[in-house]
């Protein structure tokens, strides 16, 4: 089973920022549009940003200006750096990878809390 292991949620006050990782087989990696998604309680997940294999990049309005993904190829890892945090941008975030062969594939979710 494919593994899309995530990682840097945590707790912080409106205004903060955190970055999030995400680590995926390069088999995945390597063929996939990477991005990352969140599901606030009581909501459905919504898409945040994206990022294909030529490094276009794609963003959700609520976190344009915020938010920036990016990726190493070398090592296979996503990240999402958050600035600017807000308590509505509480969720538990999701990384996803997409593949050439129109597979999807996610991560177990990491918990972002934005309250004083």
């Known amino acids: 089973q494919v593994q899309l292991v995530e990682s840097g949620g945590n707790l912080v006050q409106p205004g903060g920022s955190l970055r999030l990782s995400c680590a995926a087989p390069d088999s995945i990696f390597s063929t996939s549009t990477m991005g990352w998604y969140r599901q606030a309680p009581g909501k459905q997940r919504e898409f945040v940003a994206n990022i294909i294999l030529s490094g276009g990049r794609n963003y959700a309005d609520s976190v344009k200006g915020r938010f920036t993904i990016s990726r190493d190829n070398a090592q296979n890892t996503v990240y999402l750096q958050m600035n600017s945090l807000k308590p509505e941008d509480t969720a538990v975030y999701y990384c996803?990878?997409?593949?050439?062969?129109?597979?999807?594939?996610w991560g177990q979710g990491t918990q972002v809390t934005v309250s004083s």
């Open positions: 996803n990878a997409y593949t050439k062969q129109r597979r999807d594939y």
